[in-house]
């Protein structure tokens, strides 16, 4: 009896036994790590994808293979042998296809736990590219170059001052390349020496430095209504004392030179028609026929007008008692005036936009990125595409202009670039003294310019839009290298792929959205 007892006891418990041992081995080989599909795409614009992992106690990893367009992961590795029934986003990071074909390569997930692994495809497709086509032998104007106006310490205050550490940021190559500085022609020779420090380090950088005078000295003026505003009274160059203000411009180049500062050109007046002081169209015309070209060994810009008022200007270019009289047709932009100037070009004259700031802050300060994408770079290629010359700035040093103030307003430090000072390097460094050339793109929503150098062209590229774009510049010369750099809302003329084509007349690029972006092709 106790042997049958013993005997169905363990037929009994075997089963419990059995079952017991049969669910911890499905524990231990239950374990799992797996993607959620076997395939997935990305577009040619992607910088980044996502995968889900899921997995339930389990240590696990992954590995791309192959050495292909894959650069890395948010997460090479994780999970753990406790936690059930988990997953991870993985974040995966990707060059942008720039080749004529779709790619794809695979990552490797290992489950650490239990030695198996699986895999997923990424398959990258590619886009059809939008084509900018160059025509170097179409030629327009010869870029002079770009910059802007050292401020007077006595309007930003002295704690504002443009120092030389700045100056060799804003003028060396090494930086951000501009080229040509404005400075004022104070009334009071006692000032003169005020921005001589700067003008010199800049121009010891290869910088052109140009004077504008905003009021001649008192005692050469007298007042009247102004035309502007019949509120108003206004300074005007009493005709007597024209050629005394000729003598006072004239010095000031002598004072220059002798304290190392050679002058490249001097106006006649900053926006005679405004009210700093008046001058009208038939004044400047006089002073220009009498004296235009008696202000020492450098050029005459005329006639600086608040809005390119060509009143001002014309008359100087149709008579032959003063063409010959002035050398640089200077302007500003508030409001209107940016257009092409034939008759300037029939002349043989260059066209300077030689001032123009914009500080709303009616929605939003438009200083920062996005608005001055819109606005500032807009407004430098719009003066390019119309045969502008020379684009000059207001203030250098500003919280709205190229480097930041001690304004709690500024959207960087003091002293360092800001994003419009990094948009005007774009076309200081891949336009300036380069010929602006023919070029047609297919996607009118990209603004762009196009140039070309001794052995290079260049292209600059604006995409205002929210959608990144692949771009093909094709060329009808040959390229032996092609390099681009791009600003964003991130970066800062920071390097980016460019694929060059094997006939070696195209190149391929990824305009992120809203950026501008320049490229060189060397020949």
Known sequence: MKLLFLKLSLILICPIIFC???????????????????????????????IRIEWSRAQWKISSEGNNFITGFSSAAGGNEITSNSWT??????????????????IILTNITSGATSKISIVQNI???VTMTLNP??????????GGMIDPPAWVGSANQITLAETEKMYSQSGLGYNIVRMMVYPDQADWNTDMAVAKK????????FASPWEPPASLTGTRTSAFDPAQTTKYLLPAYYKDYATHLKDFVAYSATNGLNLYAISVQNEPDMNWCSFTPSEIFNFVKDYGHQLGNVKTIAAESFRFDRNYTDPLLNSITTVNNFDIIGGHI?????TDYPLAQQKGKEVWMTEHLLN??????DWLWAPSLTNIAKEI??????????????????????????????PVAAGETTKRGYILSHYAKYATGRTRIAATIQDSGLLSTAYAGNNDLTVIIINNKSTPVLLQVTSPLAISTAAAVETDATKNMEPIATLLSSDKKSVNLIITAYSIVSVKLLL
């Open 20 to 50: 017991n041992c049969s669910k911890e081995k499905g524990d231990s080989s239950g374990n799992y790590a797996r993607f959620i599909t076997t395939e997935t795409t990305a577009s040619a614009a992607d910088d980044t994808i996502k």
């Open 334 to 338: 508030y409001g209107s005036g940016l």
């Open 137 to 146: 032998s179409l030629t327009y104007q010869k870029v002079t170059g770009f």
């Open 127 to 129: 886009a059809v590219p």
């Open 89 to 106: 986003d993985i974040t995966i990071n990707v060059t942008h296809n720039l080749t004529s074909g779709s790619r794809s390569q695979n």
């Open 202 to 209: 800049a121009q010891d950088l290869g910088a052109l430095v």
């Open 381 to 410: 290629n719009d003066c390019m595409a119309a045969n502008f010359n020379a684009y000059v700035w207001w203030y250098l040093k500003r919280y709205y202009s190229m480097v930041a103030d001690t304004d709690p307003r500024s």
């Open 360 to 365: 709303s802050e009616t929605n939003g300060y």
